[in-house]
């Protein structure tokens, strides 16, 4: 199983094997979509999952890009000057 480098919520660097990145996907994606919606769910890697909505209709592909465990860490992540706009406000 391969391993992947994440920063958590506090920028430190820590590993995720190919089954905890597949858990955490599978978190963020029935937090987007209501899994009984669909006929199938299949795990996949490319996309990460495969959907059909009934019987005999075409699968479609969800591909999870980007998760963050909080809107906190997405700011930290995503914004390059975030964290020093919240330093610079906590000394004014």
Sequence with gaps: ???????NCLGRVMSMN???KKQD????????YASERFDEVIPNENPDFLLRRE???P???VEITEYH???TDARLDR????STD????LTQ
């Design 18 to 20: 190919a089954a905890e």
């Design 55 to 57: 019987p005999g209709m």
């Design 25 to 32: 996907e599978r978190r963020v994606f029935d937090l987007v």
């Design 79 to 82: 914004l390059p000057a975030y």
């Design 69 to 71: 465990v909080s809107e």
């Design 1 to 7: 199983m391969g391993v992947r480098l994440l920063r």
């Design 59 to 61: 699968c479609f592909g």
């Design 86 to 89: 919240l330093l610079e406000r």
